[in-house]
């Protein structure tokens, strides 16, 4: 099972403009990222994946393996499609750009749930955690999901879900991590399919699986991460770097 590791990369951003290009103690945070990807040893092969010039130049010039986009994308999982659409592999995790502290642990959850999959019943694996602060809840910015009893994932939204109708039952809120394990086959469905409804009301790109009735194996995870979309997000990782 051939597996590898694509890390979408643009430059622009909408609350923080060249965000993986900044600075993280002597190294750009998307340089900072690739390395910390390949140091996992899970992958046969890791690159970033590009519109920008300058990102492209950044991992090239560092010695490691970057792909420009040849078409304007929407998404990372659309531009991660057209990167592996003639590569022969079988597996393709997506790694976000801006979260240079890779866990090993959580990638290693997702990559399993392939390999003890020989009916190639799943599409795809994501990750969720567990969330208790209600203002995190409450935030439209946090992705909540909801599993069936074997952690196929159900459905996504930026809502409170469940709705908590009756507070005496005692609901577990998950936050959904932006990390995928796809099968190659159901992302160039991704990429070949158009946008539905519901992807589009919500903005999350995880929905139009849904809607295909792609089945998302969803893996706890206690692993908060640091992803970097604002300054002070930049400013706390250099302390956790350090």
Request: hydrophobic share 40%; glycine share 4%; aromatic share 10%.
């Amino acid at each position: 099972m051939k597996t590898i590791s694509m890390i979408p990369a643009r430059y622009s951003a909408s609350r923080f403009p060249g965000k993986l290009m900044q600075d993280l103690e002597g190294k750009s945070v998307i340089l900072r990222t690739y390395e910390a990807t390949v140091k996992t040893n899970l992958f046969d092969d890791v690159f970033v994946v590009t519109d920008s010039d300058i990102i492209f130049n950044e991992i090239v010039n560092n010695g490691g393996k970057a792909i420009m986009s040849i078409k304007q994308h929407d998404c990372g999982s659309d531009r991660i499609a057209e990167a592996v659409e003639f590569m022969d592999v079988d597996i393709v995790v997506n790694v976000q750009g801006d979260e240079p502290f890779t866990e090993v642990a959580s990638l290693k959850k997702l990559i399993q749930i392939f390999k003890e999959d020989p009916e190639k019943e799943v599409d795809l694996a994501s990750l969720m955690v567990h969330i208790t602060d209600d203002d995190e809840i409450k935030n439209p910015n946090t992705v909540k999901v909801i599993t069936d009893k074997d952690n196929f994932a159900l459905y996504f939204s930026r809502s409170p879900i469940p709705y908590p109708r009756d507070k005496e039952v005692n609901v577990k809120y998950f936050k959904h991590k932006g990390v995928y394990a796809f099968r190659k086959n159901a992302l160039l469905d991704f990429y070949r399919l158009p946008m539905l409804s519901l992807e589009a009301s919500e903005k999350i790109e995880c929905i139009r699986y849904l809607e295909y009735s792609k089945k998302i194996k969803m893996v706890e995870t206690n692993v908060q991460g640091v992803e970097i979309d604002t300054p002070e997000d930049l400013e706390r990782a250099k302390k956790l770097w350090k």
